[in-house]
């Protein structure tokens, strides 16, 4: 499969709600959906990587699951504010880039003072 861009992921996202006449859920429900979703995350890293394991009437749920199911809320949220996530990703890396470009020790860093 052919690797998407966040533009065609948006379109995909926006044709996919698009076909339904309740459309997107209001920015306030939609966060409400994203808290949920990243408590699913959060509860299956525990099970994976901490000292919570799962109960065994519990269902296998992937990592990989939650996170598309957090991707696919954020989108839903972006495309309902008329927001371009690249635009904001480019935005966010440019303020690490600069903000932040001291912040962190690089691996390619001599650790003279």
Request: with cysteine; net charge negative.
């Amino acid at each position: 499969m052919a690797a998407k861009s966040m533009k065609e992921l948006q379109k995909e996202v926006d044709t996919y709600i698009g076909q339904f006449k309740e459309g997107y859920f209001s920015p306030l429900a939609m966060l409400a959906r994203l808290t949920e979703e990243l408590g699913e995350l959060a509860r299956e890293i525990n099970h994976y990587y901490g000292e919570k394991p799962k109960k065994s009437s519990e269902t296998e749920k992937a990592i990989e699951e939650e996170l598309g199911d957090l991707l696919f809320v954020i989108i839903c949220l972006a495309n309902s504010l008329h927001i371009d996530l690249e635009e904001a990703h480019d935005m966010v890396m440019h303020k690490f880039n600069t903000r932040d470009k001291d912040r962190w020790t690089r691996i390619n860093q001599d650790n003279r003072e």
